[in-house]
């Protein structure tokens, strides 16, 4: 029989693998905004207008938008719709205290929160930090993100740099489990008992298979094998 002491790890995703675009005309603020978000690992990019921000966002695979409502060239509103016509990226607007009406606008374009100046960054922080989490954690779909891999277990589908990815449904499972469980080692044992069950008595080497098929498909180098660990 083969040995199970190989073991599989996909390596750690962290808040790198958020990609953040900023649309904010102050620049203090803006370099503040973008300060205590690369302290946290997040990726970021600025735009000081509305009409660079689309232009950055045509551009890039944002996983949230900060969005400003009072911008020159094109305000956030006209930001926010124009984004909403093409993507469902979630979306924080930065307003000024007691502009309700802004509220109320945003909201109806599909704005996913509101986070009014002046604000706490430490507030601030956890209001990106709940966004993030309801859209790709374990909330309304069942997403798995790791740098550019997506994996959703409700379409069973996956995207490398959002190019759709052709996986046997076994590929996508082993897949997603490696994804929850990021950072962990997995026995092949582990791996066959979550994607087939307690009842399998086949070979363990068909864990191997899948993950060389895996790593083909993907073109990825975070799935890492772990030798002398079970």
Known sequence: MLSSHISVILLAGDKMDYKILVVEDDQDIQELIKE???????????AADGVLGISLFQKHDYDLVIL???LPNLDGHSVCKMIRNKSSVPIIMLTALGEEKDHVKGFEL?????????????IFMKRVEAVLRRTYGEGSSRLQKCKE????????????????IDLTTKEFEILYILMENRGRVLTREMILDKAWGYDYFGDLRVVDTHIKNLRKKLGITYIKTIKGIG
């Open 36 to 46: 205590f978000l690369k302290a946290q690992n997040y990726q970021v990019d600025t």
């Open 110 to 122: 599909g704005v996913d929160d509101y986070i009014t100046k002046p604000f706490s960054f430490t």
């Open 149 to 164: 891999v997506v994996a959703n277990y409700d379409s069973y589908t996956v995207t490398v740099n959002e190019l759709p």
């Open 68 to 70: 400003d409502v009072m």
